[in-house]
């Protein structure tokens, strides 16, 4: 079992920059793929990006790329989300999750919600134009 616990989130301005934390607690931290994915109030669950158990790995949806950045700590069994050049579309609770990387290809499966086995509870991010 693992649990996922996000922080960091909380109401920003356009433009402005957030820096999400997912703190994992439970089995090896290391085996586990970790991505991040956001709902939008009446709207799916989307993917936003995703980061390898070795770090050496990342994808990110295009609607972030070149703004967010995902990384790791195994030492720290954390995750992180730096989201910089925020937009007010980027209103959303933001939700942290893991899957083992030894079931699931990352390079083809990373951003399918369906592979994810462990989920935390969300954090509020809020964009004001």
């Known amino acids: 079992q693992v649990q996922l616990v996000e922080s960091g989130g909380g109401l920003v301005q356009a433009g402005g920059s957030l820096r999400l934390s997912c703190a994992a607690s439970g089995r090896t931290f290391s085996s586990y793929a970790m991505g991040w994915f956001r709902q939008a109030p009446g709207k799916e669950r989307e993917f936003v990006c995703a980061?390898?158990?070795?770090?050496?790995?990342?994808a990110y949806a295009d609607s972030v790329k070149g703004r967010f950045t995902i990384s790791r700590d195994n030492a720290k069994n954390t995750v992180y989300l730096q989201m910089n050049s925020l937009k007010p579309a980027d209103t959303a609770v933001y939700y942290c999750a893991a899957y083992n990387e030894e079931y699931y290809s990352f390079t083809y499966y990373t951003s399918a919600s369906r592979v994810y086995e462990y989920w935390g509870q969300g954090t509020q991010v809020t964009v004001s134009s």
């Open positions: 980061i390898g158990r070795s770090s050496g790995s990342t």
